[in-house]
């Protein structure tokens, strides 16, 4: 069966043509053409894939599209405004906190939300809400220091 | 999950979404055996790519009001309906305060972002062996309510699950939801693991002790060491023993060491497991009564 559903993604009213099986992750990057996501493990492993579903992260290759009719979805592209970068993205260039660039995305978005819910995260707490992304690279250890010094940004937002 | 190499595309299959339990309920008198419930979906959909199920109904029961209880009453317990997920338990209060080894395990299972989606009856539905919800819940003595059309019943945890993905549920009925019982103020709990990052446990451990009470009561549950979660009787009982407790917690420890079955496998040898039971459960009990 093909049923028409409507997400807001990035702001922007979507509505799209999907089947039964269809999985969030092939809608968002085949059909809306959403390509910050990507696609690598498809299990729910690696974490790439992840989207900001009604405020919070999920695994777009574990939802299937026809399950979130109406939802609001956030994916990186969704986190600039006026092309410009935010201080988050700045960091993660600044510190050299990517290599192939592949997962930064996925890292980008995600520490976003985890310096919302928590702007002043320890070492341990940002290895812990991160520990569902992969980085084949290897650079935790420069996306760790990222997110610490765009932190001054986020604890400042909330003032 | 490393099954296999996986399929990048799900089998064909029609998506129902039941607004009542009556609804869904109805959808698995009809079609039975050849319907799957969806809820958090980070198990059903990940074996329907590795073509361990493949369903022509998937039901997805996140709509129904009924499933999203997660209510506390004092002297009754703990109420976890089907679509409560990890996160929303990891942030409920009186989970956090009171049922610590439940706490422990949720904060604790898979990574954050899966916790999210994941819920804590899909977990004990899955009955793999590993994960982590069945441990704390065996260890409080909590049951699951199953219902169809014509029948609400309610069965242990410990009995619910029988074995690697088998469990006492018939095509045609559905988990609502999960009761742990009230504990006493004094009672102490707790969970702990051995794993890599977000990597599942090679053994864990829920501990249950009720120890200054009327009726003394202690639980160990260990599971990922055999095909479903155990208890250690034997050790159980040196701990409601009289005696210096450093050493009535080493010799249980010794003793949930050698008196269960374990199994090997390329995850880890039965010596490894062993080993990882005592250490273990030395650093949980003493973590909850080493003081006393």
Sequence with gaps: ?159 | MSFGSPYFTLPDFTYHKPRTLRDALELLEKYGDDAKILAGGVGLIAFMKERLVSPSHVIDVKEIPELKRLEYRKGEGLIIGATITFSELESHQVVREKYRALYQAVKLASDSIIRNRATLVGNVCEAIPWVDGPPPLIAYGAEVEIRSLDRVRRVPVADFIKGPVEIDLEPREIVTSIHVPEVPDEAKSGFVKFNIGSEFALVNLAAYLSLNGKKKDVRLVYGAISPKPVRALEAEKILLAEGDMRTLITSAALKASEELEVISDVLASEDFRRHLIKVLTVKLLTELIGGG
């Excluded at chain 1, 026809?66 to 939802?71: K, W």
Aim: charge should be neutral.
């Design chain 1, 1 to 159: 069966m093909v049923h028409k559903i409507t997400l807001t993604v990035n702001g922007y009213k979507r509505t799209v043509e999907v089947k039964d099986n269809e999985l969030l992750l092939d809608v968002l990057r085949d059909k809306l053409k959403i390509k910050g996501l990507k696609a690598a493990c498809w299990r729910g492993e690696c974490g790439l894939c992840t989207v900001l579903l009604n405020g919070k992260l999920v695994k777009s290759c574990l939802v299937l599209a026809v399950e979130v009719d109406g939802s609001e979805i956030v994916t990186v592209e969704g986190l600039s405004r006026d092309g410009e970068l935010t201080e988050l993205q700045k960091a993660f260039i600044e510190h050299g906190a990517l290599q192939c660039g592949f997962c930064t995305p996925a890292f980008v978005l995600a520490s976003h939300q985890l310096l919302l819910e928590n702007p002043n995260p320890t070492d341990e707490e940002i290895k812990e809400k991160l520990s569902g992304i992969l980085c084949r690279c290897g650079t935790y250890y420069e996306i760790i220091e990222a997110i610490k010094s765009a932190s001054n940004f986020y604890r400042k937002k909330q003032r």
